[in-house]
C-alpha cells in the first residue's frame, strides 16, 4: 500500500507541474505544443539521471526510486498527451510542425534519457 501512495504523490505533482508548464508553454498559434514537449524532455532527462544515480551509487532506496521515477516522471511526462497533439497537428494540416515535433521529440527524449544516465557516472 505503501508503494502506492508514493507513486500517486509523486504522479500528482509530476502532473501539476506538466499542467503548469502547458498552460505557460503551448501556444495554438505557434504549432508546437513546446509545453509537453518541454515535459518529455525534462522528464527523460530527469529519469535517466535518477535511474543511473540510482544504479551507481545504490543511495536511493526502492521507494524513493518508485517515488521520483515512476511516480514524478511518469506523471510529468505523457504519451497521450503527446499523441493526440499530434493527431491536432495532422488533422490541421500542419505536417512540417508535426514532423519537427515528432523527430526532436523522439530524438531528443532518447538523447535526454541516456545523457541522464551518462551524467552520473
Known amino acids: 500500500m505503501k508503494q502506492l501512495v508514493l507513486v500517486f504523490v509523486g504522479g500528482g505533482f509530476g502532473s501539476m507541474l506538466r499542467f503548469a508548464l502547458g498552460k505557460f508553454l503551448n501556444n495554438s498559434q505557434n504549432g508546437i505544443p513546446y509545453g509537453t514537449f518541454a ?4 522528464g527523460s532527462l530527469l529519469i535517466g539521471l535518477i535511474l543511473g544515480f540510482a544504479a ?16 514524478f516522471c511518469g506523471g510529468f511526462t505523457t504519451f497521450s ?3 493526440y497533439e499530434n493527431h491536432v497537428l495532422l488533422k490541421s ?6 514532423a ?11 538523447l535526454a534519457v541516456f ?6 557516472k
Open 39 to 42: 515535459a518529455n524532455i525534462i
Open 56 to 71: 551507481k551509487n545504490d543511495t536511493l532506496s526502492s521507494n524513493q526510486t518508485l517515488l521520483l521515477a515512476t511516480g
Open 81 to 83: 498527451t503527446f499523441a
Open 93 to 98: 494540416g500542419d505536417f512540417t510542425s508535426f
Open 100 to 110: 519537427i515535433y515528432t523527430i526532436a521529440s523522439f530524438v531528443l527524449g532518447f
Open 115 to 120: 545523457s541522464g544516465i551518462y551524467l552520473t
